[in-house]
């Protein structure tokens, strides 16, 4: 003889499966900026900044830190991000 579950338990499986898919979750703002370096003569300074370059910014407590993310990380944080 079998017992079935009850619809409690039922539920509470079904909630567990479904958490287990928020392993990908990253909360936060993904964001590209560009900027100018220290020397004079460089092209950023002539109006072409370097970038874009591509940040997550993530709060933590009261503070937000901004990650860069390098350009072989980008396309799967981006991924991650739009989920």
Do not use: N, W
Not at 27 to 36: A, D, M, P, V
Not at 40 to 46: D, E, G, P, S
């Amino acid at each position: 003889m079998t017992r079935r579950a009850s619809p409690r338990v039922r539920a509470r499986a079904r909630l567990l499966r479904q958490l287990s898919t928020l392993s990908r979750l990253l909360r936060g703002s993904l964001f590209e900026r560009f900027s100018t370096c220290t020397r004079r003569l460089c092209r950023c300074h002539q109006g072409r900044p370097h970038g874009p370059r591509t940040y997550l910014a993530v709060t933590s407590g009261k503070r937000q830190r901004q990650h860069y993310v390098p350009k072989s990380q980008r396309d799967a944080v981006r991924e991650i991000a739009r989920a």
